[in-house]
């Protein structure tokens, strides 16, 4: 019987192990607006949050979006992202959002500035705006 309460609670302490994720690294509470992909200005608005534990949220040029993020940091790696399907002018620019989204594998927060990257050379870059 005790064997049995001690390995259920080692499981419970597992189960609620603090958050590894982005959230839990300077990135939860903050509006992050995407400045720049590849080091081209981005042409738009975008922009990305992290509302809880596990989850991203944000908002391209014309459409939302949600899902996980649940790689520990920092490493980065989105799961599927369910997107809004309005049309707009910028929906270029959104698919370029979008698709090097999907690309980043590395994240970095410094303070008021989030880098995603990955081993390409592919690099986004986000100010905290409020």
């Known amino acids: 019987m005790l064997r049995a309460a001690l390995i259920g609670s080692l499981l419970l302490a597992n189960a609620c192990a603090g958050d590894e994720s982005l959230s839990a690294y300077g990135a939860a509470g903050k509006v992050w607006q995407l400045q720049s ?15 809880e534990p596990g989850r991203i949220a944000g908002r391209g ?46 994240a970095e927060v410094s303070g008021d500035v989030l880098i995603l990257s990955n081993e390409a050379g592919r690099e986004m ?5 409020g």
């Open 37 to 51: 992909i590849d080091g081209a200005a981005f042409p738009a608005s975008a922009h990305l949050t992290f509302p």
């Open 61 to 106: 040029p014309c459409n939302s979006l949600q899902g996980s993020q649940n790689a520990p940091y920092p490493w980065f790696e989105t799961g599927p992202l369910a997107v809004t399907r309005a049309a707009c002018p910028e929906l270029e620019a959104e698919a370029a959002f979008l698709h090097a989204l999907q690309e980043m594998t590395l």
């Open 125 to 129: 870059l986000f100010k905290d705006g």
